[in-house]
């Protein structure tokens, strides 16, 4: 049993939460964890059927939970749709930036309009997100921003340049708001999932903006054991379940993480030593 099978915390009893990606994947599995968890949540996604599935798990916490249909990538969205969550939540204490697309493919064979997808969804995405959301954050309690980075931002993952640089984007990023609000009290972290089971490596991820195409089809899987988890998972999994990201995500959003800044979480089972 995952540990956020047992009785949750309750870190968020009084705090506003958007989350970007929110119809599947790691990003429904935070707001699945910070719904459990007492919090407001506005999830935030371009797929009504990923919204609607993730109405449907919140059960029980469905009346604390609102959702939005949101492009990341497009500018005129974001800015409507974080206006909505906000007045919707009436404020806003913590912002997860969780939707992200991935785009696999040899160099050679990588379109121009695929590398330009990745990092408009990925990196852009996160900009446009973050710079409407800070005014609301500003006024936040115990402010914080969890951005997704990625294992890949710093290791390398085959296949996946683009991903890759669009991760690292969001690492550099995140390290430079941290210092530009740090006086105002706000705080940005970003996660690094790596062998973690999602839209984006199992393919069934419900919107472009959590999923993407698997490996080339003449894929060296040699090239992939440097990225293979050394924790032990039930039945020899090779991805851990979203839930192992999504019980992190909820410790740097709370009240919990009041002093870490600036900084990441890699979160994959000892692939990277």
């Not at 099978?5 to 989350?19: F, G, K, Q, T």
């Not at 993952?157 to 991903?163: E, K, L, Q, R």
């Amino acid at each position: 049993m995952s540990p956020s099978a047992e009785a949750p915390l309750s870190r968020y009893a009084a705090r506003r939460v958007l989350i970007t990606g929110g119809g599947s994947g790691i990003g429904q599995a935070c707001v699945l964890r910070i719904l459990a968890e007492g919090g407001r949540v506005a999830a935030a996604d371009i797929s009504p059927d990923g919204l609607a599935d993730t109405v449907a798990k919140a059960g029980e916490h469905g009346d604390r939970l609102s959702t939005v249909v949101l492009d990341v990538g497009d500018e005129d969205s974001v800015r409507d749709g974080v206006a909505q969550a906000v007045k919707t939540l009436g404020g806003l204490d913590t912002l997860v930036n969780a939707a992200g697309i991935l785009r696999s493919a040899h160099l050679t064979e990588t379109t121009l309009a695929d590398f330009e997808q990745v990092l408009r969804i990925n990196l852009i995405g996160t900009f446009l997100v973050t710079r409407e959301a800070i005014a609301a954050l500003r006024d936040g309690k115990g402010a914080a921003v969890v951005n997704f980075s990625s294992t890949s931002a710093q290791f390398a993952h085959p296949y996946m340049s683009a991903y890759a640089a669009s991760k690292g984007g969001v690492l550099a990023m995140t390290h430079t708001w941290a210092l530009e609000f740090a006086k105002a009290g706000i705080r940005f972290n970003s996660v690094q999932p790596g062998s973690i089971s999602s839209g984006m490596t199992d393919g069934t991820g419900a919107s472009r903006q959590s999923v993407g195409p698997g490996l080339p089809e003449d894929a060296d899987y040699a090239l992939f054991g440097k990225v293979a988890p050394m924790l032990p998972l039930d039945g020899g999994a090779i991805f851990a379940n979203p839930d192992a990201v999504a019980g992190v995500v909820a410790m740097l959003g709370s009240d919990d993480a009041y002093f870490i800044t600036g900084t990441e979480v890699r979160i994959d089972g000892g692939s990277h030593m």
